[in-house]
């Protein structure tokens, strides 16, 4: 993406009460950003959803310095910034209305032509979820999938040390900026993720980890992906979102069971008892399902 689009892009974001949905409805109207600060505000009325208000805001010229401010931070620390349209943009995830506009990645990341596969589950992964997701991965290293998560403690960062163990390609989806880690414990991984994989945003540089950026980042984690797994989750988590928002975008979930009494199979159970995932215990199950 050439830096003038990529700057008007950003501005664009910028702008209060813009988001992606609407954004995306701006820029397939007009075909690209720069255009959308140029037009007439009736036309800018024409779109559905834009009321005054928000035409109003587009007029806002300070939210160029934020985008100049970015674009230097993206050049400065080779971020590759995929617009939606764009051939680099992740392909399952382009058929997500509220998707990103932008992704933000560092590393060696490749996802085309691979099976790419979502492994989440609870922060306090139990010993068998532990040996179940080695196993899992173990399995399924033949076939050379991509292993998605997000850095999170327990399942999270099981399946990336996994995956980098059996020699596949995993990436982390971020709920802040590239310029940071988080858990700062997991800042180890960085180099040797992006050897073989990398780490994906949609956030920019100075964004913090803050409570409601997980959930949007468990919205990608679900749309990039074919299939995602549930090792294990309490009833309620970050996993179970994560899995209901993949059954929402018409992808695949998994659900590995355990014992009627394990807390940390619970969320699992329900999601096998409300047919919104599949069983899952073996890998053999997921590579009948996804043939």
């Not at 664009?12 to 690209?32: C, D, P, Q």
């Not at 327990?154 to 990336?160: E, V, W």
């Not at 993720?193 to 980890?209: C, H, Q, R, V, Y």
């Not at 992906?225 to 090792?231: D, F, G, H, K, L």
Request: positive net charge.
């Amino acid at each position: 993406m050439k830096d003038t689009e990529l700057f008007y892009t950003l501005a664009l974001l910028k702008v209060a009460g813009i988001r992606n949905v609407i954004a995306k409805r701006l820029l397939n109207h007009f075909g690209t950003a720069e255009k959308i600060f140029h037009v007439r505000s009736g036309e800018l009325l024409a779109v559905e959803g834009i009321g005054t208000i928000l035409c109003n805001k587009l007029r806002d010229r300070t939210v160029f310095s934020a985008a100049e401010t970015e674009l230097k931070l993206i050049r400065k620390h080779n971020i590759q910034a995929a617009f939606f349209k764009d051939d680099n943009y992740p392909y399952l995830l382009k058929y997500c209305n509220d998707g990103p506009v932008l992704l933000f990645s560092k590393g060696n990341i490749r996802l085309e032509q691979s099976k790419i596969i979502s492994i989440v589950g609870t922060r306090q992964i139990t010993s068998h979820g532990i040996a179940f997701c080695r196993k899992l991965i173990a399995d399924l290293a033949p076939w050379n999938p991509v292993i998605i998560s997000g850095l999170a403690y327990g399942t999270d960062i099981t399946a990336h040390r996994e995956a980098m163990g059996n020699k596949l390609q995993t990436v982390a989806v971020l709920a802040h900026g590239l310029n940071r880690m988080y858990p700062a414990a997991h800042a180890r991984f960085q180099h040797p993720i992006m050897e073989n994989g990398g780490f994906l945003t949609e956030f920019w540089s100075d964004a913090k980890p803050e409570r409601e950026h997980f959930i949007q980042r468990n919205r990608i984690i679900a749309g990039i992906s074919e299939a995602t797994i549930v090792i294990e989750s309490a009833e309620k988590g970050g996993a179970l979102i994560t899995a209901y928002m993949a059954d929402g975008y018409n992808r695949d979930v998994f659900a590995v069971p355990g014992r009627t009494t394990d807390v940390f199979s619970f969320g699992c159970h329900t999601l096998l008892k409300t047919q919104r995932a599949q069983i899952l215990t073996e890998a053999a199950d997921l590579v009948y399902m996804l043939n």
